[in-house]
């Protein structure tokens, strides 16, 4: 409940910023975790296209409007919130249901795309696909919410 957070790591100041900054725009993996869930998707640097960066995850381009200076060939971490994600029956990156569990206001998701484990807080399942364990589907998310560190 503050305009400006001051979080520290070990005596150190990690991040200073708004609670929406430090929440969508963390600096850094231990911020990340720790004002939230978050999903770290280990990726690679393709390059620039119209202001947005362009990350391969798993070999899939994906384009992410919100990055720091990185180099074409360079290794980053994209950051996803699980709440940021959906699954659908047909997209871009391909994952496998390994939980999935209906928790009232949401249905909450684990899902595997190629070694990386991903979990997803689907709200108001009331009027989407549920998917169940085994099953396979395609992530969806706007741009705008992946963000690399």
Known sequence: ???????????????????????????????ADFIGEANFLDAEVVGEQEGKLIAKFNGIPLQVDSFKNTKPGSACKIVIRPESISLQDAGTVP?????????????YYQVMSGNTKIIITDYNPLTR?????????????????????
């Open 1 to 31: 409940l503050s305009d400006q957070i001051i979080l520290m790591d070990k005596g150190k100041i990690a991040q200073v910023g708004t609670p929406r900054d430090i929440y969508y725009r963390p600096n850094s993996e231990f911020v």
């Open 95 to 107: 994952c496998k249901v390994t939980v999935s569990v209906f928790m009232g206001s949401y249905q």
């Open 129 to 149: 696909k549920i998917y169940e364990v085994g099953e396979s589907a395609f992530l969806t998310f706007d741009s705008a919410a992946l963000h690399v560190i």
